[in-house]
T-cell receptor
Framework: KQEVTQIPAALSVPEGENLVLNCSFTDSAIYNLQWFRQDPGKGLTSLLLIQSSQREQTSGRLNASLDKSSGRSTLYIAASQPGDSATYLCAVREDSSYKLIFGSGTRLLVRP | DAGVTQSPTHLIKTRGQQVTLRCSPKSGHDTVSWYQQALGQGPQFIFQYYEEEERQRGNFPDRFSGHQFPNYSSELNVNALLLGDSALYLC????????????FGPGTRLTVL
């Protein structure tokens, strides 16, 4: 059974720091992996999607990497800003499945 | 271009009651998935509807049922509500033939007293 784990559960950093969020999954037979952002009480906003054949994706200050064989992904946020404060969730889609399997998220606070 | 919309925004029910939540997919999308997100947890997959049929189901009891209409909108019904059903219910839409990005709505906050 696929399990997705995110470490750390919470993170507080001063503005301007570069930071890394971690996501691990137990079964490497995934179709893709996606990173989402969720503001309190709100829906999910897709940040980056990495196909299983890709190693990384970049969007602005965000960079996500995928090491399928080791079951790991990282989300790198450069020059963090208070507006980046949110919960970040990773989710995997397995081969031959339509559902997303989520981790519990990392709650990020960027202090001014 | 309207994104995914959900109604109502908030809902309060008592144990044993029944509830219906609604979702309209993003324009051009034909597939709707429902997720339950308990406080402090990641979303859990309930089921997915495509071509008005349930295409895949997660590990939820039969109290959770759904429907998809010809215009691709969808309803989630929960019978015999339990306190543990209190959660944020998220709807996501996508294209049926694609395994790529699902677009999420703002969610419906259900509180069961």
């Amino acid at each position: 059974k696929q399990e997705v784990t995110q470490i750390p559960a919470a993170l507080s950093v001063p503005e301007g720091e570069n930071l890394v969020l971690n996501c691990s999954f137990t079964d490497s037979a995934i179709y893709n992996l996606q990173w989402f952002r969720q503001d309190p009480g709100k829906g999910l906003t897709s940040l980056l999607l990495i196909q299983s054949s890709q190693r990384e994706q970049t969007s602005g200050r965000l960079n996500a990497s995928l090491d399928k064989s080791s079951g790991r992904s990282t989300l790198y946020i450069a020059a963090s800003q208070p507006g980046d404060s949110a919960t970040y969730l990773c989710a995997v889609r397995e081969d031959s499945s339509y559902k997303l399997i989520f981790g519990s998220g990392t709650r990020l606070l960027v202090r001014p | 271009d309207a994104g995914v919309t959900q109604s109502p925004t908030h809902l309060i029910k008592t144990r044993g009651q029944q509830v219906t939540l609604r979702c309209s997919p993003k324009s051009g999308h034909d597939t709707v998935s429902w997720y339950q997100q308990a406080l402090g947890q990641g979303p859990q997959f309930i089921f997915q509807y495509y071509e008005e049929e349930e295409r895949q189901r997660g590990n939820f009891p039969d109290r959770f049922s759904g429907h998809q209409f010809p215009n691709y909108s969808s309803e989630l019904n929960v019978n015999a509500l339990l306190l543990g059903d209190s959660a944020l219910y998220l709807c996501a839409s996508s294209l049926g033939h694609s395994l790529d990005t699902q677009y999420f709505g703002p969610g419906t906050r259900l509180t069961v007293l």
